[in-house]
């Protein structure tokens, strides 16, 4: 049952984000969407997502999205209704069609007999800790095996922060 009720909150914090005029209540409403989608992660055991969700999701990017709207006009100009909604309309459906075309040949949800479960999780589980010499499997994986991607993601961060630093800093006239 919760997670019904943490589905309609996700869905009706997205649209009445789509739709509210206000950038500031927009920016608000998407940092809740970021905390219940931290919640939803820890539901299905994934902390480590939940934590940078809450963190990247709704600490980091909140504070950036509210800076750029005091630098910027707080509400949003009404422009004139398009006529063209087709294209935009087709590629959406494309797009959702490809998705759920690639997602049949995935193993059903909790499978036993994944291949992640067959082959990549006992392999983590046996050997992690005298291959990287870390006692906690989660930080053995991220940290060893994964070190390259974290850096990755680390890097991808840092550059769209400072990118954000240097679109809002005060032009000197």
Known sequence: MIDLVMLFLL??????????????????????????????????????????????????????LIAAISRTARGEELMPRARHVLPGFVIIVVTAAVLIWGTLDMPDFADPNAPANLHVAPRYIEHSAEE???????????????????????????????????????RKR
């Open 11 to 64: 869905v009706v914090c997205a649209l009445v984000a789509i739709h509210i005029k206000d950038l500031l209540g927009s920016a608000v409403l998407l940092s809740a969407y970021s905390l219940i989608m931290a919640v939803v992660w820890t539901r299905l055991n994934a902390v480590d997502v939940a934590f940078t969700e809450a963190s990247v999701g709704a600490g980091i990017t909140t504070v950036l």
């Open 132 to 170: 990287t010499g870390v006692i906690n499997m989660v930080t053995a994986v991220l940290a060893s095996y994964r070190g390259y991607d974290t850096l990755g993601e680390t890097t991808v961060i840092f550059t769209a922060g400072l990118g954000v630093i240097l679109l809002l800093r005060g």
